[in-house]
Structure formats: structure tokens, C-alpha cells
């Protein structure tokens, strides 16, 4: 199998503080995972790569010192929403790629709710 | 550009067949993967057509064709619990997923 957890599963803090979600392979090594971000009603949204043992390569319009990315290891990536805003309030999801990339399928954890008051 | 073109919204009974098409622009092409999402959850992997034809598994298939452009899911047999949203979603040349909307199913009883 291939499995991924997420944790928390759900967040509410208040406005201004960082969260951090931590996203593992529980059974499998993954040196690419990816964090999304999905609004009600839209679609998933890729916010950065993350690869192990280097810098994420984070998407147009993501700011890369607001959400914070850190994979320090084959089974573990993290990501830092740093002084969250109502605004941030979203779903958030990450995905491991099992094995090398390219082709292979993504498996993603169960997601993170984050409302900021 | 990149983009996914389904189908926002389709409707189907319970026990019948529905097919939910999506076509595609990328840059680059390594694969068409489908997914199903249940409203509040995280997407599910259902199938993965990297060559044209036809790849059955269980009730679920999915079609692809590479020189159109065009992939469909096809439910058999429905069932309540098959109400979700179902996302294609073809990996660019950089091995990216590129993500529409997704088509969402409601089945009627």
C-alpha cells in the first residue's frame, strides 16, 4: 500500500499566528511530495514542490516566506502558514509521489482544515 | 496554456452507466489520472490511462485518446456512495498534475 497522513486534520487559530501541518509516507519513501490548497467549490490548487533535501519550488503568486516548506526527510514534509489570515482559511492537502518521479501516481493525505479567525 | 475542460455538474440514477469526458491541453503529456473527491475529503485515485484504450477496473473505466486530446471515466452500476466530484487530471512534461474543477455526479435513487 501507500499511505499518507496528514496532522492536524483540522486548525482554528486566531489571526496572526503561524500553523504548522505535517504531511508523512507512513509506508513508503518519498523524495517529491506537493502541497495543494483548495477553496470550496474550486479546484486543487498546487502551491509548491518539495523535494528531500533541497529548497521547495514554490508556484507563481505563492509567497515562499508565508508558507514555509521544510522536507527534511524521505518520509516527512512540513509547511508553515507563518502569520495566518483569515484569508488562508482553506483545505490543505498534500500528495507523495512513491518512488522516482515521473509517471508515477500521487497519493495524497486526508487533507488539513484550517479556518483563521 | 494548460487547461481541463469537464462537464461542472451531471446527474445519473442509481444502477445505471454515466460517462464523464474531459479533454485536455498540456505541455507535454505523461499520463491521465482520474480521481474521485468526496465533498470535505481529499481526492482518491481511481485510474491511470498512459497509453490510448480502454483500462477497465471493477465498475470503473477510462478511456484515452492521445491524438485527441480526450479522456472518459465510465460508471457502471452506480451507487449512492458514487456521488463525488471526479477530477481528470492529465501530468504535464514536467511530471505536474494540471487540475480543473472536477465534474461533480449526484445520483438519484
Known amino acids: 500500500g501507500a499511505v499518507v497522513s496528514q496532522h492536524p486534520s483540522w486548525v482554528i487559530c486566531k489571526s496572526g499566528t503561524s500553523v504548522k501541518i505535517e504531511c508523512r509516507s507512513l509506508d513508503f519513501q518519498a523524495t517529491t511530495m506537493f502541497w495543494y490548497r483548495q477553496f470550496p467549490k474550486q479546484s486543487l490548487m498546487l502551491m509548491a514542490t518539495s523535494n528531500e533535501g533541497s529548497k521547495a519550488t514554490y508556484e507563481q503568486g505563492v509567497e515562499k516566506d508565508k508558507f514555509l516548506i521544510n522536507h527534511a526527510s524521505l518520509t516527512l514534509s512540513t509547511l508553515t502558514v507563518t502569520s495566518a489570515h483569515p484569508e488562508d482559511s482553506s483545505f490543505y492537502i498534500c500528495?507523495?509521489?512513491?518512488?522516482?518521479?515521473?509517471?508515477?501516481?500521487?497519493?495524497f493525505g486526508p487533507g488539513t482544515r484550517l479556518t483563521v479567525l | 496554456g494548460q487547461n481541463i475542460d469537464q462537464p461542472t455538474e451531471m446527474t445519473a440514477t442509481e444502477g445505471a452507466i454515466v460517462q464523464i469526458n474531459c479533454t485536455y491541453q498540456t505541455s507535454g503529456f505523461n499520463g491521465l489520472f482520474w480521481y474521485q473527491q468526496h465533498a470535505g475529503e481529499a481526492p482518491t485515485f481511481l485510474s491511470y490511462?498512459?497509453l490510448d484504450g480502454l483500462e477497465e477496473k471493477g465498475r470503473f473505466s477510462s478511456f484515452l485518446s492521445r491524438s485527441k486530446g480526450y479522456s472518459y471515466l465510465l460508471l457502471k452500476e452506480l451507487q449512492m456512495k458514487d456521488s463525488a466530484s471526479y477530477l481528470c487530471?492529465?501530468?504535464?512534461?514536467?511530471?505536474?498534475?494540471?487540475w480543473g474543477a472536477g465534474t461533480k455526479l449526484i445520483i438519484k435513487p
Open positions: 487530471a492529465p501530468m504535464d512534461s514536467n511530471y505536474q498534475l494540471i
Open positions: 500528495s507523495a509521489v512513491k518512488g522516482a518521479s515521473g509517471g508515477n501516481e500521487q497519493f
Open positions: 490511462n498512459v
